[in-house]
Nanobody
Framework: QVQLVESGGGVVQAGGSLRLSCAAS??????????MAWFRQAPGKEREFVAR????????TYADSVKGRFAISRDNAKNAVYLQMNNLTAEDTAVYYC???????WGQGTQVTVSS
């Protein structure tokens, strides 16, 4: 199985930027073959989709709420996935999770707090 560990979360002011990382370890066959995604969950809300990137051609998909502000990328050689977040708002405050579609594996999450 693949283990996913997120990092890069923290406190940032509204309008600022933050870059999240997701490192994979263990068996990385699924990581290299399948799409990777980022989800987030705010207090009192359901976990929601944020962004996804395919393995085959690097095609990306974003939730409407983050289009134009967030960018997902991956480096298969480093077994890593990233989420660049720009122009952050309070609505972006949540725990962000990395997700591997191949084995339906989740990371432990990293907290992102946007303050004013």
């Amino acid at each position: 199985q693949v283990q996913l560990v997120e990092s890069g979360g923290g406190v940032v002011q509204a309008g600022g930027s933050l870059r999240l990382s997701c490192a994979a370890s263990g068996s990385t066959f699924a990581f290299k073959r399948y799409s990777m995604a980022w989800f987030r969950q705010a207090p009192g809300k359901e976990r929601e989709f944020v962004a996804r990137i395919t393995w085959s051609n690097g095609s990306t998909t974003y939730a409407d709420s983050v289009k134009g502000r967030f960018a997902i990328s991956r480096d298969n050689a480093k077994n890593a996935v990233y989420l660049q977040m720009n122009n952050l708002t309070a609505e972006d405050t949540a725990v962000y999770y990395c997700f591997e579609t191949g084995s339906s594996s989740w990371g432990q999450g990293t907290q992102v707090t946007v303050s004013s």
